[in-house]
């Protein structure tokens, strides 16, 4: 594995093109950590409209407005291969839903291209990570690929508040090229090989902070979701382990850390959710009320059922998806899961 390095400041700019596939609020903090290091980011989104008000105000009219952009470190675009015909690196940050809808009008040339996963979602079309659907819908092998993990909250990135990102990638060259492409004042990247082990866990943290937004809305206090918390990271280290064994420390910071920022945090849609529900809405209502898109939910159906295809003892996540799923009552659920903790 790659020595940890530490981020500074840098006054020269790489010619690496790159380009952010989505105009969300985390495709947006991503074009702002690259804007940092890049000459121009290429930034592919969803519709005219975008793409016109970023160009005339420099800004996404939607998310993350108070980040504003030079003119010249943007190329903006609705053409996918455009973008990828044009990058070598390409992130992908759309909502898990959306990911099949951009991808499948991709027909240029993309061999050798390098695809880095910003998604924290199960992607519908095939039911798995994005990191399976990238290599069974588009022979996109694991030395291709990367995943974004770590706690790094895109409205602390606007901020530009220190954050901690780690890169998933098996190959050592493209770790290098990604850290300095992200690393800056504001971020600091750890390098890890464990792709599949980094993206579940982000899957994961969604699901379990929708628990403690639950929690939270029923009346729970801080004693209580320090221990719902404590058990969900053992829960995860039981989940990743069935999945995919690999030398991994579930207390470093793109597993563990990523789960408290997500349980804990106000800017958490997951956990946003979940108190919503805690409170009394139904989970449709809850989701309706949102003007953003909480990745824990639509995850919750498929790794339940992953959880009972491997016959693992989860009950963090049965709980969760009994209530998103099976409208089981929230009150009644989170009283029989109290007495499964420790």
């Not at 793109?254 to 805690?278: E, H, P, Q, W």
Request: hydrophobic share 40%; net charge neutral; aromatic share 10%.
């Amino acid at each position: 594995m790659a020595k940890k390095k530490t981020s500074e400041p840098k006054s020269v700019k790489h010619e690496i093109p790159v380009g952010v596939v989505g105009s969300g609020t985390f495709a947006t903090a991503i074009v702002k950590m690259l804007v940092e290091n890049c000459k121009t980011v290429h930034w592919c989104v969803r519709n005219e409209y975008v793409k016109g008000a970023i160009e005339l105000r420099h800004h996404n009219p939607t998310y993350l407005t108070s980040v504003s952009f030079a003119p010249k470190s943007i190329k903006v675009t609705t053409d996918i291969n455009e973008l990828v015909s044009a990058c070598e690196v390409i992130v992908l940050a759309t909502p898990s839903i959306y990911l099949s809808d951009a991808m499948d009008k991709m027909t240029c040339d993309y061999k050798d291209k390098i695809f880095v996963s910003a998604i924290k979602g199960i992607v519908p079309k095939v039911n798995d990570v994005v990191a399976h659907y990238l290599k069974e819908c588009f022979d996109i092998g694991f030395r291709n690929q990367a995943v974004l993990a770590g706690p790094c909250h895109a409205e602390e990135v606007a901020m530009e508040r220190l954050s901690y990102i780690t890169i998933a990638t098996v190959e050592d060259e493209v770790s290098e090229k990604l850290f300095n492409l992200f690393s800056s004042r504001f971020i600091n990247v750890e390098p890890s090989k464990d792709i599949l082990g980094n993206e579940y866990s982000a899957i994961l943290k969604n699901i379990y902070a929708i628990g403690a937004g639950i929690a939270s809305g029923l009346g729970y206090g801080d004693n209580f979701t320090a221990v719902f918390v404590s058990n969900a990271i053992r829960e995860m280290e039981i989940f990743l382990e069935a999945i995919y064994e690999a030398p991994r420390d579930v207390n470093e910071s793109a597993y563990l850390g990523d789960l408290l920022v997500t349980a804990y945090s106000l800017f958490s849609r997951n956990r946003n959710l979940g108190n919503l529900i805690g409170k009394g809405y139904t989970v449709k209502s809850a989701i309706q009320s949102m003007n953003m898109i909480a990745e824990g939910y639509y995850a919750a159906d498929s790794i339940y059922q992953t959880s009972k295809d491997k016959k693992m003892k989860t009950p963090i996540i049965d709980t969760i998806y009994g209530i998103l799923y099976e409208e089981k009552n929230a009150e009644k659920q989170f009283k029989k899961l109290t007495t499964k903790l420790n």
